[in-house]
């Protein structure tokens, strides 16, 4: 019995020690004023940020024309992100957004996607503090490294010019997720904007064709992203897609009535789907007016957590991508300022943990999962039927008919080619009079 008690008093040594310890470290921090601003700190620290949108390419292209030897990326002054400030809000990874403006949509949206997916590239090569990733696997090692990770991501369907082809060479060039569309409708999705009349269809928010893209994104494993996309084009996604979906940058509807955020339905067929809403900081998003605070933002994040959990919600700040951000949170320093909010709300490290990073994490790696089960799959090759697109710019590649193209030549090119016909004529008649 003796020896009994001794085995049991030897084995409880080290749990004794580890609450001693554990009393003594929460007892420095009572009396040292261990606030919720040194917790929030503390916790992204141990679990940095992975953010889910930024439009700071779109803010060097406007301001800079991308002439990224003109500029200090370390220190802008002119923006709400920098190398610096990523580093005091503890941002890990940053999804860093390529858009361009909707009214380039029939004519040279690709080649302004591939500039600024060039200017991406640049930015996250030149300098040392960030590291371009393309999977979970460089993002982890990123951050073993101390660097920002750059993921890239295409804002806006209308970049690939409804074409397959182009999805896949974007991804090639390091594109790991793309929105199906942004403040205008593509021939094969719906926007939850009405600025823009194009390619209007009723019960229709996402055909054959948009299906095809969907398919080809889980194929190459590419995330499905389905902010500004309208309610019918996100509902009929998360029926559609094989893998778990985002909302990079999309709040509440029932905290703020605004046809960008998400309403509890489609929350709901979010959370089914394995899915995950980050949370946007854009005033007229969160308060549904220009000034907004951060308990705003903070009333999102609640509201969310109590009808899906805190399982899936990130953080897409949406930074240069407006100038009205709620006081406290004007630029990327700020984060620790909401981590600060919500720990006074009664959130758990836990749940805060999954918010900032492992929540992104998981899903970046169940697409990557679907991408493998998916890997004998060969490229589609599914066309738009050209009455869809309606692009009075696009070339059909077919094999030209010569008596129309001389029918429709100019007066002169005509007498032009009935010169040259006379000339090889010629030519030929003098040949065959000299092999005689």
Known sequence: MSSRKTILRGSCRPCVRS??????????????GYSDKDRAHDLLSKYPLIDGHNDIALRLRILHNNQLS????????????DISRLRAGRVQTQMFAVYVLCGAQQMDAVRLTLEQIDVVRRMCTEYPDFELVTSTEELRASARKQKIACLISI????????????????????????????SCNTPWAESSSQFYDVFLRSNNSLTTFGKAVVDEMNRLGMIVDLSHTSWGTASAVLKHSKAPVIFSHSSSYAICNHSRNVPDSLLHKLKKNRGLIMVNFYGPFVSCKDK???SHVADHFDHI??????????????FDGGNSFPE????????????????????????LADVLR?????????VERVRNQLIWNKPSEEEIPLEEVANPCRLVLRQPVL????LNRSPSLKSEGSLNLLYLGSVLFFSLILLI
Not at 328 to 351: A, C, F, M, N
């Open 305 to 318: 957590k109590r009808v899906i959990g805190a399982e899936s919600i990130g953080i897409g700040g949406d």
């Open 403 to 406: 008596s129309k193209l001389s």
């Open 292 to 294: 907004a605070r951060v």
């Open 70 to 81: 003109k500029i200090n990326l370390t220190h802008l002054n002119n923006a709400a992100t």
């Open 358 to 366: 492992r929540n992104f994490l998981r899903v970046f790696e169940e």
């Open 19 to 32: 609450l001693r310890a554990l009393l003594a470290v929460s007892l420095c921090h009572f009396i040292s």
């Open 155 to 182: 804002e806006g369907g209308h970049s690939i010019d409804s074409s397959l082809p182009a999805l896949r060479m974007f991804y090639q060039l390091g594109v790991r997720s793309m929105s199906l569309t942004h």
């Open 328 to 351: 406290g949170l004007e630029d990327v320093s700020k984060y620790p300022v909401i981590i600060q909010e919500l720990l006074k709300r009664k959130w758990t490290e836990d749940e």
